[in-house]
């Protein structure tokens, strides 16, 4: 597969049981050899209330667990690129060296 398409859904996981949002996007996935890159937009747009509870979160931490349906996730980092609500998706690598923290991503 060279692109995908679709949609997909943002999801903020405060542990492995407690997610505290999920939030509709629609993803344009590259891919180039072992690279690829990733670009969102709301789907639908967010409320301001909406914007707010995302902004807080990406000040918390920038990870989320970006899910295609129920068999098919990965955990990705999230940049703001731009103000018109688009979006950049790496994928998360957990360093080895990374103290423990109590936030427990889903499995």
Avoid: I, K
Avoid at 48 to 68: H, I, Y
Avoid at 76 to 105: F, I, K, M
């Amino acid at each position: 597969m060279d692109s995908y398409e679709g949609t997909a859904t943002l999801e903020w996981w405060a542990n492995q049981s407690t997610c505290l949002a999920r939030f509709g996007v629609r993803v344009a996935v590259g891919v180039t050899g072992n690279d690829w890159t990733c670009d969102a937009t709301f789907e639908p747009s967010l409320t301001g209330e909406d914007q707010e509870g995302f902004d807080f979160l990406m000040a918390l931490d920038p990870l989320f667990t970006l899910r295609f349906d129920e068999e098919s996730m990965l955990h990705v980092n999230v940049v703001a690129a731009a103000d018109d609500g688009r979006l950049t998706l790496t994928a998360y690598q957990e360093e080895a060296a990374q103290p423990a923290s109590t936030r427990r991503l889903p499995r």
